[in-house]
Each structure stands twice: as structure tokens, then as C-alpha cells.
């Protein structure tokens, strides 16, 4: 190991060090992982609606009998709306935790960007998803 890496891998063990557990294994991962999924689905609404949302866009697509790689595109686009709502809900954890019920103007900031960050994503996932299924879906109405 040259000097360099030694000293990164020192840096990367000591800040690990500073976290209250660390998950030795890949399966204490997904473990941590799924808890934090489970924490948004039970405590953030806006979560559990385009959970829902994603799973009726899902559902028609498969009626609509849409080809596999639109279904792809679909569920690459739910995935990346509810991946922002996870990672919005870390950034409101992170700031309550560091500020507390204390105002704060970078606290606003941060919960502000995370939310249009949100709002951005779910706004082109509802384009994608009219591109995608409304074509095939005037076809079978009318
Ligand atoms: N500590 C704070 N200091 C300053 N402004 C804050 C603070 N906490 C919240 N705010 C403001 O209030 C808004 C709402 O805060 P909240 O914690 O409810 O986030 P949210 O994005 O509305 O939550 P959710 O995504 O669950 O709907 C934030 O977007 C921010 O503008």
C-alpha cells in the first residue's frame, strides 16, 4: 500500500469510527437500508403517494400492454422520484437534528432545495409517464 492510500484508508477508518454503529456486513446494509424505506413509507405522506402513484402507472402500463423497454423507463422514473423523497427526508432529518426547532435561514435553505429538488423530478416523472402510457391510452378510449 503506498503512503497515499494508507493515509486515505486511516482518514476513512476514523470517520467511520465517529458513527454510533457501523454495519459490517452487506446484509446489515440492506437491512439499514429497508428500515430507512420503511421509516419514509410510515412518516413522509408524500412518499406513500407517488409509491402509490408509481405502482398505478405500473398497473395501466401493463394493461395498456406497453413494450418492456417504456416499462423500463417508467420504473426507472418512479424509482428516481421516490429515491429524492428519500434522500429530501434525510436532509429534513439531518437539518432537525443539527438545528432543532431553532429557526435558522440555511436550515429553510436546505429543506427548501430538497423539496425542489423533489418537486422537479416528480414533475418530469408526471411528463414521462403522460408521454408513455397517454398515446395508448386514447387508443383504447376512443
Ligand atoms: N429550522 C428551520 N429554519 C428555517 N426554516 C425552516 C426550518 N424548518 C423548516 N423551515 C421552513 O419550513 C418549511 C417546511 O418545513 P418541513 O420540515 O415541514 O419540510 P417540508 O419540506 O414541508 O416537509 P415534507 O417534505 O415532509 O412535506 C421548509 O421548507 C423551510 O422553508
Given at each position: 500500500m503506498t503512503?497515499?492510500?494508507?493515509?486515505?484508508?486511516?482518514?476513512?477508518?476514523?470517520?467511520?469510527?465517529?458513527s454510533w454503529q457501523v454495519a459490517e456486513t452487506l446484509s446489515k446494509s440492506f437491512t439499514y437500508a429497508g428500515s430507512g424505506i420503511?421509516?419514509?413509507t410510515a412518516t413522509q405522506r408524500n412518499?406513500?403517494?407517488?409509491?402509490?402513484?408509481g405502482t398505478m402507472a405500473?398497473?395501466?402500463g401493463a394493461c395498456l400492454r406497453i413494450t418492456l423497454l417504456e416499462m423500463a423507463v417508467i420504473g426507472l422514473t418512479v424509482a428516481f422520484v421516490l429515491a429524492l423523497e428519500l434522500i429530501n427526508t434525510a436532509v429534513e432529518a439531518t437539518v432537525d437534528l443539527i438545528v432543532g426547532d431553532?429557526?435558522?435561514?440555511?436550515?429553510g435553505i436546505a429543506k427548501d432545495c430538497a423539496a425542489g429538488a423533489v418537486?422537479?423530478?416528480?414533475?418530469?416523472?408526471?411528463?414521462?409517464?403522460?408521454c408513455i402510457l397517454l398515446p395508448p391510452l386514447w387508443r383504447a378510449l376512443f
Open positions: 503512503g497515499q492510500a494508507s493515509t486515505q484508508s486511516a482518514r476513512r477508518t476514523i470517520r467511520r469510527r465517529q420503511l421509516y419514509a412518499f406513500r403517494i407517488h409509491l402509490i402513484v405500473f398497473v395501466l431553532q429557526y435558522h435561514r440555511l436550515a418537486l422537479i423530478g416528480s414533475s418530469a416523472a408526471l411528463v414521462v409517464a403522460a
